[in-house]
């Protein structure tokens, strides 16, 4: 019997993976070959999907991407014992995407069937939990923020400062609410690591409830996501059965029960007080902080909010120690993130690495260049909300003070690649487009601001009293970012400002009203 | 006649269900428990049973799960997702955010709109297929991206397009 691995992750099957399983089971059936077919995670190689591996005595051989129409040819020339054909790529684990990578959150995402929890214990999972069932709640904090943590949501807020406010007040009821709502642009790290591997965020929230006092918790993960639902909900049930959630879980005084909320299309529900109103049933407006989540969060009561990101990175914390996932990373951004790097781009993929790595390094050795062969002309880092980066940029390593430095932002670690035909002032007419679209409308330089902004744009890129609007745009952004309640109103200047000051010659056409002329088409 | 709303605001007036679509609307409140914190997953159900939200299961939701009308309303059109009139058989979500577009979604977009003969967020004249725009699917390093159902879709050209919808209406005719 041999086994052969072909994914269940989205973007594998946006590509094909199910008609690729299909075939090679209708093949096998020809050949009378015995196969036994896993549907795993991904491994993150995008550029590759469908990846098709065949377990080998030496390990797993890599093949793809691969066609429907390759799958007999494969067969023939003997995939099935690893042997070489053009799709083929030698050992996963020896692809250099692959190995130059520092894999702790995603050490098993791709390698086991995400639905097994056999799998998931054989690859060191509840490792973790099985530590903090046996600590204090009070060191589980301390060894959080031993590990230097921070919010991977963005924010970069330390987990365990969170954590500890939390721990330390009294309460009749408190939770855990993650936020997988993960709606920025070139991310896409919280959906393969639920798809791929989804009890390592269970054990995360469990841990977290564990330090907390929490006995209940949320999933909110977006709508668009349907595969990310299925697969936590089938796993919720099955850690369930096996008692790794509900009522003391593995025989220990703690419960902790989990359930999944679904979006419904808006964007700014990845704002955390806008998800809390969100997970409640109600419309997703921001509110007002003080007071803040951890003291009063979903349902006033206080609430533990992490990234999925964040609480994926807690197992590996509780098993290894604080101190060894410290030693990942520089400055005051320790130990890993999960880079995403997506648009134009020829090998995207997830590339987890400690922090320190540069845009460039993503982009040019693990990306290849530009899909188009044409030259990089920006990169946008940190989603809808991060400030695209020239050239000149692309040596900043990747910590948090460091981007803030050049007017820019890690956030969830998500790389969007453009090549030289893009047209800056038109992404920042897009996003300021795009806040209008996504603002709650609580507040009124988000709501108003917004739509102000795309008309000024509009008039900049026109020619219509360039000089005069390119001063109001300055203006009204410094007006967002000072005077907005959350981060939508107030970071949308950092895309749009960085658009200004790094790709000026854009801004500054002769008036030909191009945007607007293609608008009215 | 029901509790007063946490709210404050008046209570819906008591309606009992008197067709089709307001009884399956009941049953999907019953089923979240007439739970108001459920209200996004109810409204989730009901489109998912109804193809779309109608004014009149309103003020049968906010009956069952105490809330006033308003406040159902309210949720109901905040969220991008709740569709207020009935749709096309099938609804493609055409991701339009920046990952997207640097693989030229503005392209596809205008594709579909005049090959499907609508614009974003109509639905073709023969009431197949309805397009609509969303930021991101999460398929970002094999973009464009565009959602049917349940079926993601990566690496979208037009002519991938095509052949993506002509696929659809022979799923239908089967």
């Known amino acids: ?319 290894k120690g604080g101190e060894f996932y410290k030693n990942y990373g520089v400055g005051r951004s320790r130990g890993t993130l999960a880079f995403q790097i997506a648009g134009n781009i020829k090998q995207g993929g997830l590339v987890e690495k400690a922090f320190g790595v540069t845009t460039r390094e993503l982009v040019e050795d693990w990306g290849g260049g530009t899909a188009t062969g044409r030259p990089v002309r920006a990169v946008q880092v940190g989603g809808p909300l991060g400030a695209y980066l020239p050239e000149s940029k692309f040596d900043v390593p990747m910590d948090y003070e460091e981007f803030a430095k050049v007017d820019a932002m890690v956030g969830h670690g998500g790389l969007v690649v453009f090549d030289d035909t893009v047209d800056m002032a038109k992404m920042a007419r897009f996003a300021m487009e795009f806040c209008v679209l996504e603002s709650c409308g609580k507040c009124t330089p988000c709501r108003i601001g917004s739509t102000r902004g795309v008309e000024t744009i509009d008039k900049i890129i026109a020619d219509d009293n360039r000089a005069k609007n390119m001063e109001l745009l300055a203006d009204l952004c410094v007006t967002m970012a000072d005077g907005s309640l959350c981060a939508m109103g107030g970071l949308t200047p950092f895309p749009v400002m960085s658009a200004v000051k790094g790709f000026p010659d854009d801004f500054n056409k002769p008036g030909k009203n191009k945007f607007l002329a293609e608008a009215a088409e | 006649m029901s509790k007063k709303p946490k709210s404050g605001l008046a209570p819906a007036p008591v309606k009992s269900a008197s067709n089709p679509a307001e009884l399956k609307a009941l049953s999907v409140c019953a089923s979240h428990g007439n739970r108001a914190s459920e209200l996004l997953e109810i409204l989730h159900d009901v489109q998912h049973e109804l193809g779309y939200v109608p004014e009149s299961v309103l003020p049968v939701i906010a009956n069952a799960v105490n809330l006033s009308r308003a406040e159902v309303h309210g949720v109901v059109t905040f969220y991008h997702d709740f569709k207020r009139e009935p749709v096309g058989r099938h609804t493609i979500k055409i991701c339009r955010a920046e990952a997207c577009q640097s693989m030229g979604t503005d392209h596809l977009c205008k594709h579909a709109e005049k090959s499907l003969k609508t614009d974003m967020g109509g639905t073709s004249p023969d009431g197949s297929v309805t397009i609509e725009q969303v930021f991101c699917l999460g398929n970002c390093a094999l973009s464009p991206a565009i959602l049917i159902g349940d079926k993601l879709y990566g690496k979208v050209d037009a002519k991938r397009f095509d052949e993506i919808v002509a696929g659809l209406s022979k799923e239908t005719a089967a």
């Open chain 1, 1 to 319: 019997m041999i086994t052969v691995y072909v994914p269940r992750d989205a973007a594998a099957l946006s590509v094909g993976a199910d008609e690729v399983a299909s075939a090679i089971l209708a093949e096998a059936v020809k050949l009378k070959k015995q196969v036994r077919l896993i549907r795993n995670g991904s491994r993150g190689m995008l550029y590759l999907e469908p990846l098709v591996e065949v377990e080998t005595p030496t390990g797993r051989v890599a093949y793809g991407p691969v066609t429907p129409g390759d799958v007999a040819d494969l067969f023939k020339s003997g995939f099935l014992e690893g042997k070489s054909h053009k799709l083929g790529h030698g050992l996963t684990e020896d692809i250099p995407y692959f190995k130059k990578q520092e894999r702790l959150t995603f050490a098993r995402c791709g390698i086991t069937d995400p639905l097994s929890i056999e799998d998931y214990i054989k690859y060191d999972g509840f490792k973790g939990l099985k530590n903090a069932i046996d600590m204090k709640p009070i060191d589980i904090v301390t060894e959080v923020t031993t590990s230097g943590l921070r919010g991977r949501g963005g924010a970069g807020f330390p987990t365990g400062i969170k954590w500890k406010t939390v721990h330390d007040l009294k309460g009749d009821q408190k939770y855990v609410a993650c936020n997988a709502d993960e709606g920025d642009s070139g991310t896409f790290a919280d959906r393969m690591l639920m798809e791929g591997d989804p009890y390592c965020l269970i054990e995360g929230m469990t841990i977290a409830a564990i330090a907390g006092g929490a006995t209940k918790g949320y999933i909110y993960i977006r709508s668009e996501y349907p595969h990310a639902i299925n697969v936590l909900k089938e796993a919720i049930e099955i850690a369930r059965k096996a008692n790794w959630l509900g009522d003391n879980i593995q025989g220990s005084n703690y419960s902790f029960d989990l359930y999944v909320r679904r979006g419904a299309g808006a964007y700014i529900c990845g704002e955390e007080t806008s998800m809390l109103e969100s997970i409640e049933g109600k419309r997703g407006i921001v509110r007002y902080k003080p007071p803040i989540p951890a003291i009063e969060g979903l349902f006033g009561k206080p609430t533990i909010i992490n990234n999925v990101m964040s609480f994926a990175a807690v197992p590996i914390i509780l098993d």
